[in-house]
């Protein structure tokens, strides 16, 4: 791997494939990114997908194990009582309805965001995300009507093992490691922006999760030709 950021990125490109052929994802973060604000948050991926029993780790450490292996706690946040501002009803007292926002747009968004000063933001653009039913959204619950309140949930994972020495993924079912390799390194994007590029990528990740498929395949097999073991390093 050149770097941390490309042995991100074919991380997140073998997960792409796996779902594409219905696999169940398991701590995946969409790319977060935007270059208007110079915030940088791409996509990444704690390596774990499920398939009928079979789990597949991808460059998976002890620490992920650790971490998720069979569930793990998280606080979210949930409904809790009407909002005192709006009443619960999720609208603005007195706010503006969504044309007169659009006629004014500057001094709107002013008063939103609690400016006082003419021409703060100059815009002719009025979105329509901060209104309800056509009239200004609650500024305090923003518009969701009710209040929030925080509880602890566990979140259902597979169980699960770090990759074994030297491998970079491994194929495991009911805690048996059915197959392992590596070859995750062809699946980065170096150089990306060339077609040929993106072609040869496109392949390696592709020709990786056939290899990764295989145990899962095998399944359909006759018993007395059922394979077991693990696979052969790449």
């Not at 998280?74 to 619960?88: A, E, L, Q």
């Not at 309800?132 to 500024?139: D, F, K, L, P, Y």
């Not at 699960?160 to 994007?189: M, R």
């Amino acid at each position: 791997m050149t770097d941390s950021y490309q042995k991100r990125r074919a991380k997140v490109n073998v997960c792409a494939e796996l779902r594409r052929r219905g696999w169940t994802i398991y701590g995946f973060k969409q790319d977060e990114s935007d270059l208007q604000s110079d915030y940088w948050s791409p996509a990444d991926w704690e390596g774990v997908a499920e398939k009928d029993g079979f789990v597949v780790c991808v460059d998976v450490a002890d620490y992920t194990v650790q971490r998720y292996s069979g569930g793990h706690k998280t606080v979210r946040y949930v409904p809790d009582k009407p909002c005192d501002h709006c009443k619960g009803k999720g609208t603005e007292p007195n706010g503006w309805t969504l044309e007169q926002a659009r006629a004014n747009p500057v001094e709107w968004r002013n008063r939103r965001l609690g400016r006082t000063a003419p021409g703060a933001i100059s815009s002719d653009v009025v979105s329509p995300v901060p209104f309800r039913n056509g009239i200004e959204s609650c500024i305090v619950c923003n518009g969701r009507s009710h209040t929030l309140r925080t509880e602890s949930v566990v979140v259902p994972w597979p169980h699960f093992s770090a990759n074994p020495k030297g491998c970079k993924w491994h194929v495991e079912k009911d805690g048996k490691i059915l197959a392992k390799g590596t070859g995750l390194g062809a699946c980065q994007n170096i150089n990306g922006h060339l077609p040929e590029k993106r072609q040869e990528v496109a392949a390696a990740v592709k020709a990786l999760v056939d290899r990764i498929e295989t145990p899962w395949k095998s399944r359909l097999a006759p018993a007395s030709g059922h394979v077991h073991g693990s696979g052969k390093l790449a």
